[in-house]
Nanobody, 115 residues
Framework: QVQVEESGGGLVTPGGSQRLSCAVPGLILSIYRMHWYRQIPGKERELVAFITPSGFLHYAASVKGRFTISRDDAKNTVNLQMNSLKPEDTGVYYC?????????WGQGTQVTVSS
């Protein structure tokens, strides 16, 4: 069984920061491609960032320069540091692991950017 667990969502003011964390108990995350997706109301689901086992990083243009994806091998987690948050970043953020040729999704964590 693979259970993807996101945490760290919540309410933050515009310009603020929030850090999301992803854990997949039983899986060594350093050997999988790990993704963060988000679902913004009224918009298509969007790939935010991913990190590969080799450490290659990808960011959507909409978050590049503001968000950072990283992997903490000691804690076996993947994180998404979100800075300079904007109201348009509001949505549900999902951690996704490419596992066995499939994308396995977490339940999502809500991020709300509002004054």
């Amino acid at each position: 069984q693979v259970q993807v667990e996101e945490s760290g969502g919540g309410l933050v003011t515009p310009g603020g920061s929030q850090r999301l964390s992803c854990a997949v108990p039983g899986l060594i995350l350093s050997i999988y491609r790990m993704h963060w997706y988000r679902q913004i109301p009224g918009k298509e689901r969007e790939l935010v960032a991913f990190i590969t086992p080799s450490g290659f990083l990808h960011y959507a243009a909409s978050v590049k320069g503001r968000f950072t994806i990283s992997r903490d091998d000691a804690k076996n987690t993947v994180n998404l540091q979100m800075n300079s948050l904007k109201p348009e970043d509001t949505g549900v953020y999902y951690c996704v692991v490419e596992y066995g040729g499939n994308l396995v999704w977490g339940q999502g964590t809500q991020v709300t950017v509002s004054s």
